[in-house]
C-alpha cells in the first residue's frame, strides 16, 4: 500500500471517516484538522486531499482549496474530482476563467456525464458574458447621470412608505423597515432616489475617514451582515436606531449570502441619507460586482427590481470608503494589513477607490487580508490578499500612532475574537451565517474619552422561510 503500514492506512481511514462526520455537522474547522491527520498518515491518498479541498471551501479559504485540489490532481492526472474541487474555488473567487479550464478537463474525463457538461455549459455562458461586459466596458455610460427618480410615477395603488418631496425622514424610514419585515418591496421611485442621494454623499468623502467623538460620547461598530434583515434590526433593538446620539459604523459585507441583502442595504443606505454623521458605511468585498454576481446580490436585485439598479448600485459601492479612524486611536477596517510594512495612513487617503477592487495593493489587501496567529506575512487561505502576524500589527499601529485595529470579514463562533496580543479585534454580526454556521454576532461599543472596547454577543432570530443563498448564481451549485 505505497510503502504505509496497514495500522497507519486503517487510523487514516478512521480519520476521515470522523472528518466526514464534523463536515455534514457543518464543522468545517475540525473536519480540516481531521483530514489534515490523515494526510500526515497517507499523503497519497486523492480523497483526502479532495475532501480537505472541499472543507477549506467551505470555510471560504479558496486559496487552500485551490493547493488541495492541486495536489490531488498532481498524485492522479485523472482524478475528476481534484479538477472539480479546484473549479469550485477558482468560481467562488470570481474567477471563470480559471474556472472554464479546470471544468473543461473534467468534461474531457468523463465526456458522458450529464451533470460534468451541464456544468461547463453554465460555466462557459458565465465567461462569454464576462468577455461581453468587458468589450463594452470602454463605452459604458454612468447610471446614475441617467435616472431621474422625479419621473418615475408611483402607481395610486403602492400603499408603502413614502419619501414626500427630496428628503429621506425618519418616518419614512420607520415604515420602510416595518414595509420590509413584512416582505413588502419599497416603491422603485424612491429606492432610485436613496440610491441617488447616498452616491452623493459617499462620493464627497475621502477613502479614509476620520471620526470624531465627544467626550461621553458613544459609537457602535458592527461587522458583516450578509444580507441578513431580521439580524439588523435585532441590533437596532438591542443598541437603538442610528442617529447622532448613537452612530454607528457597519464594516463592510452588507449583502450577498444572506436573502434579505435589498432589504438590508436600503436601510442602512436611508439612514446614511438621514444622518450623515449617525451612520458611517465601509466598503468590504462584497461590495463588488465579482461577489455579486455570485453570492446572490445581483440576482436578489433583478428579481426584486432590475438590470438598471444592478449598475447603479455597482457604481454606489465604488463610492464606499475603504477605511475609518476612530478618534485618532482605533483603525476601522473589513479584511486587514498590508503585504508590506510602512503604510501609512496618508498612503490608505491617497488611493483612488472609485473603481471595481483590483486583485492585489493597499484597496485589495485592505478588503481581502487576515490575521492569522504567527509572526510576520504568509499567503492568504483565501487566495487573495495576504495573512498577517502579529508584530505587522504592532508596526503598523505604532507607525501611525494607533492604539487597537477592529475588523471583520471572517465568521467567528463567538461573534468576535481578540488576537494580536488584544491589539486586533474581529467583529462579525451575522449570526447562524447562511443559516447553518451557528455561530452568535456582535457588535462593539467605544466611549469617549478611552474608547475601551465594550463586546455585546446576541442569538440570530428567526426570519421568513427564504433560504440563504435563495437568489445566488447557478453556478453555485457546483461548490457542492
Known amino acids: 500500500m505505497n510503502g504505509i503500514a496497514a495500522s497507519d492506512a486503517q487510523k487514516a481511514e478512521e480519520l476521515k471517516a470522523a472528518a466526514n462526520a464534523a463536515f455534514q455537522a457543518h464543522k468545517y ?37 485551490i493547493a488541495d485540489a492541486t495536489k490531488a490532481i498532481e498524485i492522479d492526472q485523472r482524478y475528476v474530482k481534484g479538477y472539480y474541487r479546484r473549479g469550485a474555488a477558482f468560481l467562488a473567487m470570481g474567477k471563470f476563467k480559471e474556472a472554464l479550464k479546470d471544468f473543461k478537463q473534467v468534461a474531457k474525463i468523463v465526456p458522458k456525464d450529464p451533470d460534468a457538461m451541464k456544468k461547463l455549459r453554465e460555466c462557459e455562458k458565465a465567461v462569454q458574458k464576462i468577455r461581453f461586459e468587458e468589450a463594452i466596458a470602454s463605452d459604458k455610460i454612468i447610471v446614475a447621470e441617467t435616472v431621474d427618480y422625479q419621473t418615475i410615477q408611483v402607481e395610486p395603488s403602492y400603499d408603502g412608505a413614502r419619501i414626500e418631496g427630496d428628503l429621506v425622514t425618519l ?26 442621494q447616498v452616491r452623493k454623499s459617499l462620493m464627497a468623502l475621502p477613502s479614509l475617514v476620520d471620526i470624531s467623538v465627544p467626550d461621553n460620547g458613544q459609537f457602535t461598530v458592527c461587522g458583516d451582515v450578509h444580507g441578513q434583515y431580521y439580524d439588523l434590526l435585532n441590533i437596532f433593538e438591542l443598541n437603538g436606531l442610528p442617529s447622532d446620539e448613537n452612530p454607528y459604523l457597519f464594516n463592510g459585507d452588507f449583502v450577498d449570502r444572506g436573502s434579505f441583502s435589498v432589504e438590508v442595504i436600503f436601510t442602512l443606505f436611508a439612514f446614511k441619507c438621514l444622518y450623515p454623521q449617525g451612520i458611517y458605511l465601509a466598503r468590504g468585498n462584497h461590495e463588488s460586482k465579482s461577489m455579486n454576481k455570485i453570492y446572490g446580490f445581483e ?26 479612524v476612530l478618534n485618532g486611536k482605533v483603525f476601522v477596517v473589513h479584511g486587514g494589513l498590508f503585504s508590506t510594512d510602512g503604510v501609512k495612513l496618508s498612503d490608505i487617503r491617497g488611493i483612488d477607490r472609485f473603481v471595481e477592487p483590483p486583485d492585489e495593493g493597499l484597496m485589495c489587501e485592505l478588503l481581502w487580508s487576515d490575521p492569522f496567529n504567527g509572526l510576520g506575512r504568509s499567503p492568504s487561505k483565501r487566495g487573495v490578499a495576504v495573512a498577517f502576524g502579529s508584530d505587522v500589527t504592532k508596526r503598523f499601529l505604532e507607525e501611525n500612532n ?16 481578540i488576537e494580536h496580543d488584544g491589539k486586533l479585534i474581529t467583529v462579525f454580526s451575522a449570526p447562524n451565517y447562511c443559516d447553518q454556521m451557528g455561530n452568535k454576532g456582535a457588535f462593539i461599543k467605544f466611549k469617549a474619552p478611552d474608547f475601551k472596547p465594550d463586546i455585546k454577543a446576541f442569538d440570530a432570530v428567526p426570519h421568513p422561510n427564504v433560504k440563504a443563498m435563495a437568489y445566488a448564481n447557478n453556478l453555485l451549485s457546483l461548490l457542492g
Open 29 to 65: 474547522s475540525r473536519a480540516v484538522d481531521l483530514y489534515t491527520q490523515a494526510i500526515s498518515l497517507n499523503s497519497n491518498n486523492v480523497v483526502y486531499w479532495a475532501n480537505r479541498a472541499f472543507a477549506h471551501t467551505k470555510l471560504e479559504e479558496y486559496g487552500s482549496a
Open 402 to 417: 494607533l492604539e487597537l485595529i477592529v475588523r471583520s470579514h471572517e465568521v467567528k463562533e463567538e461573534g468576535y475574537q
Open 299 to 324: 440576482g436578489e436585485v433583478k428579481a426584486k427590481f432590475n438590470e438598471r439598479m444592478v449598475e447603479l448600485f455597482a457604481e454606489v459601492f465604488c463610492c464606499l470608503p475603504l477605511a475609518h
Open 171 to 196: 418616518p419614512f424610514i420607520k415604515t420602510m423597515m416595518e414595509d420590509f419585515k413584512q416582505q413588502k418591496k419599497v416603491h422603485k421611485r424612491y429606492a432610485f432616489q436613496i440610491l441617488l
